[in-house]
């Protein structure tokens, strides 16, 4: 609490700015505190500039209480909330770093020691049995560990990768041969992202050298390639990066730096739009790194998964903090994973715990702990045609969770 003799200081100095001195008089007469400018005014506007920052701070609270009444309608218990089956068998034990699951049972995992999978799980699945595995394929795509994966939106045969070996890959599932269809070696360091455009005519790669590398469909003969459109390059180590799902916007977050980068590919190169405050008074302190972060299923929204034990949402036209998700263990040495259930009422977030936390986003209370994994969560993914929430990581398998209070879509 502040003391009395500040609070006088700070209304005096008010006072004095505001040229009201016959009230200047009256308060020295009544607090015995005689009002000195030259050795009382540390800077000018102080009592302002706190009243200011309080009533910023209660703005932000109200709009958050009010914005996720409004915009978001309960969940209805309506989540994943228990394991189906344990797929382990896949990549022999190794740690398993990335996985996608698309509706017609294709499943890709990228894990350790350059390892790159593919296997097509039976489809439609039934929850009498687990689904089986109908094939499994070892790809020769890198030399380093996998750190992304995921298809094309709409070639479902092409998979498109980033690896530790500082390289990106592009691999066309229906070749019979087992080869690339291309390697980018446009970056010096470790690729940590890697995904398609909603269009597919571009997909974009994302670097610890500092750089987005962004590259357009062209046309070779018959077959289709793609080439480097533009380098973007920024102050660190970019970490998070996602499209929207219905346009070909993005967003760049890098590490130590308080802003997150947005650009659109409207006009066929990466343009900036703008540029997202991530603090909620505005400020340039980084208290945070945005490690992962994707839009809502409706892209209204953009969640951020942080090195300091918390998910922020933000909305996408207004890039204000709407709220934050509390629960979740994750700090500078983690890498956080989440995903948005099927109708954006519940998130979930891998947890350093070996849990994945599952939130109701209205009430932003964590709902409950899905255990089952023996190690490290790395990477989780909703497929929403088959009503399944997958997780992978450390302990080398792929589960499966399922909502028992919902059957699964047709």
């Known amino acids: 609490m502040m003391e009395d003799k500040e609070v006088i200081r700070l209304i005096g100095q008010f006072l004095h700015e505001h040229g009201y001195t016959q009230a200047l008089e009256v308060l020295t007469d009544e607090s015995g505190r005689r009002f000195d400018p030259a050795t009382m005014v540390k800077k000018t506007g102080e009592l302002q500039a706190i009243l200011d920052e309080h009533l910023a701070k209660e703005k932000i ?9 409004r915009l978001f309608e309960p969940g209805q218990q309506e989540y994943a909330n228990e394991l189906w089956c344990s797929l382990g068998q896949l990549t022999a034990g190794m740690n398993i770093l990335v996985v996608r699951l698309l509706e017609n049972g294709a499943l890709a995992i990228g894990a350790s020691k350059a390892m790159v999978v593919t296997a097509e799980l039976s489809v439609p699945i039934s929850w009498e049995c687990p689904p089986s595995i109908l094939l499994s394929t070892n790809h020769l795509a890198c030399n380093g560990a996998v750190l992304a994966i995921n298809f094309h939106p709409t070639k479902r045969n092409l998979l498109l990768g980033g690896s530790m070996d500082r390289t990106a890959f592009l691999l066309d599932l229906d070749r019979t041969d087992n080869t690339l269809v291309k390697k980018f070696q446009n970056h010096t360091k470790y690729v940590v992202q890697a995904q398609w455009a909603p269009s597919g005519k571009y997909f974009a790669t994302a670097s610890y050298d500092t750089t987005v590398c962004v590259y357009r469909e062209t046309t070779e003969g018959a077959e ?6 533009k380098t973007l390059t920024f102050k660190g180590a ?3 990066f996602a499209f929207q799902h219905h346009s070909d916007v993005f967003v760049v977050g890098v590490r130590n730096d ?6 659109t590919l409207e006009s066929g190169s990466p343009v900036k739009t703008r540029e997202i405050n991530m603090n909620a008074l505005g400020d340039d302190f980084v208290s945070f790194t945005a ?3 994707s839009f809502s299923p409706d892209d209204k929204y953009i969640l951020l998964s942080t090195d300091k034990d918390r998910l922020i949402l933000y909305g996408w036209d207004t890039g204000k903090q709407i709220a934050n998700f509390y629960g979740g263990n994750s700090d ?12 954006g009422r519940y998130i979930y977030g891998s947890s350093q715990d070996m849990t994945i936390c599952v939130w109701e986003v209205r009430s932003q209370k964590l709902v409950t702990r899905l255990e089952g994994h023996t190690g490290t969560v790395r990477d989780l993914c909703f497929c929403d045609k088959l009503g399944l929430l997958v997780s992978a990581g450390y302990d080398g398998s792929v589960k499966l969770w399922r909502n028992t209070l919902q059957p699964i879509l047709p």
Not at 224 to 229: D, I, R, V
Request: glycine fraction near 6%; include cysteine; charged fraction near 25%.
């Open 258 to 263: 308080y802003l997150l980068y947005c650009y």
């Open 224 to 229: 289709e390639m793609y080439e480097l459109l």
């Open 332 to 343: 500078t040495y983690g890498q956080p994973r989440h995903c948005w259930d099927q109708g």
């Open 61 to 69: 609270k109200e709009e958050a209480s009010v914005s996720l009444d």
């Open 238 to 240: 970019v970490e998070s």
């Open 291 to 293: 490690m992962f972060c």
